[in-house]
């Protein structure tokens, strides 16, 4: 593990070498879903906001005026409401996501299904940049631009919307290697996650 203040590396549960501090034994990722959640209702908002005073000042004439009467209002309702339920369809999916760091090695909760990997297995960890349509959230992850970045050093990190991290471990029962992809916009501070993998496994390869 490393010291959550001097970033030295400790066991887990033993006082930090730099600071005396005692070095946590496991930590703990939550998902993003209620940022999401938070950032795609923001948008309604701004939406709803806008073409209401759209409508006051009379910007757009009879097409903003057309949307408010009976026979248009339903698709005004649908525009000014889809971010709002793409938010929450993001907060229910992500809202079991947990990743757990130990000393032996990483979990995953989530609803894609539960993964776990000791570090003494992992074969190689690995760095891609993806389109954003070819990660676990698709486009959506865009909007985790949004985030309040985690504090932790983040500019020692690459880390950019699209750009996955990928730990494999060895073959499964079907002779597949185990792979873990960790994306931005998924986990809470992702940058203190990957300094964590790092300690462990060396720095990722660039694909
Ligand atoms: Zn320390």
New binding site residues.
Partial sequence: ML??????A?PGGRP??????T?PERETFAGQGGRYLLVLCGLSLVLAALSLLGREIGFGGMSVQRLFTTRWIWIYVALVSTPLLVGLYFWFALREEEIVVTDQGISRRSRWGDEHLAWANVRGFRHQSLPLRQTRLGRVTWFSRFFPKGGRDPEQILYWPGSTYILEGPPDGDGQPIVMRLEPGTIDDMAWLLALVEERVGPPQED
């Fill in positions: 010291c959550p203040d001097c970033k030295t400790a930090c070498p730099g600071c005396g501090q070095v």
